[in-house]
């Protein structure tokens, strides 16, 4: 069967201007239990599943971000708002940095942003963050368009141009990515303060310290 690449291309245009992504004001303001936060995500981002047996978030998930110094422990078992945020981030992020690269970039935001710690609380980032995404979907939207009408002026001659066609599209969006994540990495390597293996253990025993607590103040 022919690949119907315009006809995939227009689709995913459309995708484009109904994207799924957690808008500020559907974030919970009250604390939630552990199964509550997985149903919201799910609930939320369900769009982006690849397949749909693909799990957005799992209590094991939870529990190995907040082992891996990436996620503040909960209070009585219940997540706020923030932990909500911070766990928003790190979805997106595990795709394609590694865990130490994202507690680089969390970290600051955990010391310094997190429950209102700063004039400038991780809700009011968000938000900040969030207002800029209809000029950077509008900038992907042009860029797709573009590199769509390049691959199909490509292998015009050739047998099998359609799969050539979407490979060439394929190949330039993926090295659009390699180049990006190469960036990312050299911003936080040169940039960021980098998480020592010191510096993680130090933060698991605080972490353990704070759910002890919690669990005596039950």
């Known amino acids: 069967m022919p690949i119907q690449m315009d006809d995939f291309i227009r689709t995913i245009l459309k995708d484009l201007e109904t994207a799924n992504y957690i808008k500020p004001e559907e974030i919970p303001s ?15 981002l369900s769009s ?4 749909a047996e693909d799990k957005i978030l799992t209590k094991t998930m939870i529990n190995n971000y907040a082992k891996n110094n990436l996620l503040p422990p909960p ?25 130490s690269d994202i507690q680089s970039l969390l970290n600051p935001l ?9 004039e400038l609380p991780l809700k009011m980032l968000y938000e900040q963050l969030f207002s800029l995404e ?6 992907l939207r042009k860029d797709l368009v573009q590199k769509h009408h390049i691959a199909k ?13 979407c490979f060439t599209l394929i190949s330039m969006l993926s090295f659009d990515v390699y ?5 990312i990495e050299k911003m936080i390597d040169r940039l960021l303060p980098k998480v020592s293996p010191e510096d ?3 933060a698991k025993k605080t972490n353990a310290k704070a759910a002890k607590k919690t669990k005596e103040e039950k």
């Open 30 to 44: 009250i604390e939630l239990y552990m199964d509550q936060v997985t149903t919201f995500m799910d609930s939320h």
């Open 48 to 51: 982006s599943k690849r397949n």
């Open 75 to 99: 209070v009585k078992k219940k997540y706020s708002r923030d932990h909500i945020l911070m766990m928003i981030f790190i979805y997106y992020f595990k795709g394609f940095l590694s865990i």
């Open 110 to 118: 955990a010391e310094n942003h997190f429950e209102e710690k700063s």
């Open 134 to 139: 209809k000029d950077q979907l509008a900038i």
């Open 153 to 165: 002026a490509s292998f015009e001659g050739e047998k099998d141009k359609d799969f050539l066609q």
């Open 179 to 183: 180049m990006k994540k190469q960036i």
């Open 200 to 202: 993680t253990k130090s």
